[in-house]
């Protein structure tokens, strides 16, 4: 069958029609993927074009270094990388003490902050949270202890370390006295420490006799330290752990949490949680959980 000129033509300027709308389609798509919710960002972080997050790499497997290089390493630094480049910008971490999280975000020092923080009814006060994950405090202790320590109901009487960076130390004194003192055992002696690498460093000592720690770390130091610690019982309960942003930021707020429940669709945060071992920590992303 032959064609005339003008059907030819017709079909030549159809086909370069279909192909720039194609090209259009590309672009658009390349703009969301690039960051969908660009727009919606704080004009002086669009200028800067980087989310600055605070860090405290003392905590593995959720944020640490190597050893070797410093390199930053763990769940939230990839999980920060991520919503950076949902958002379109780059990322910046800054080393901040835990007790400079809520001023450094009152400066505008940082955006946002990723420290394994506990949402909290108190902490509302000050700070919005975007809750990303389930944790719970874990008593612990070592092998070498566990013939005395056998489980949970042997922690009364013990003294217990805990970091004083925490409400834990508030939550294992109700405890006992829920658990100890109302059955006419002795209370737990509890002992503010400096975080849990202090912790673990006086549970070696012998200044303590249980630690502890958030259940979502311990798997990982049970493999560095091989027959070392022995969790007791299950976590004590369990707890919403956030990203503080500042309650005059709700623009940066709700930005966060639409990239957050985007990696969560588009199943990134499940596999960064998979390449931890902490798959039994996932959540639905969601604003101010903490009771």
């Known amino acids: 069958m032959k064609l005339n000129q003008n059907t030819i033509a ?10 720039g709308l194609n090209l259009i389609l590309l672009a658009v798509a390349a703009v969301s993927a690039v960051g969908v919710h660009a727009a919606d960002l704080p004009e002086r972080i669009k200028k800067a074009g980087k989310l600055v997050i605070a860090t405290q790499a003392n905590y593995p ?9 410093g390199e930053l390493l763990g769940l939230d630094i ?15 971490y800054q080393e901040t003490s835990f007790a400079q999280v809520f001023s450094s975000l009152a400066t505008g020092r940082v955006d946002i902050a990723m420290v394994a923080i506990s949402d909290t009814p ?26 005395k320590i056998k489980s949970i109901a042997d922690v009364c009487g013990t003294k217990v ?27 737990i002696t509890v002992l503010g420490t400096e975080g ?14 249980v630690a502890v720690q958030g259940n979502e770390t311990l798997p990982y130091f049970q493999t560095m330290e091989a027959n070392t610690y022995v969790l007791l019982g299950k976590p ?12 005059t930021e709700p623009v940066l707020r709700a930005a966060v949490l639409g990239a957050l429940q985007t990696l969560q669709r588009n199943g990134t945060y499940d596999k960064l949680l998979a390449k931890y ?10 604003l101010n959980q903490g009771k």
């Open 10 to 19: 017709s079909r030549h300027l159809l086909s370069k029609a279909v192909f």
């Open 61 to 69: 497997p959720i944020a640490y270094k190597n050893p070797e290089t």
């Open 78 to 92: 990839e999980l920060g990388a991520a919503i950076a480049k949902e958002l379109g910008l780059k990322v910046e």
């Open 122 to 147: 108190e902490r509302q006060k000050v700070a919005d949270f975007i809750d990303y994950m389930k944790t719970g405090p874990q008593f612990f202790t070592l092998q070498t202890n566990a013939a």
């Open 161 to 187: 370390g805990a970091s004083r960076n925490t409400n834990w130390p508030t939550q294992i004194a109700a405890w006992s006295n829920d658990n100890c003192v109302a059955k006419g055992k002795p209370a």
């Open 196 to 209: 849990s690498v202090d912790a673990r460093t006086q549970l070696k000592t012998g200044r303590i006799d």
């Open 236 to 247: 004590l309960f369990e707890q919403e752990t956030g990203i503080p942003v500042s309650k």
């Open 277 to 286: 071992k902490l798959q039994s920590s996932s959540m639905p992303a969601a």
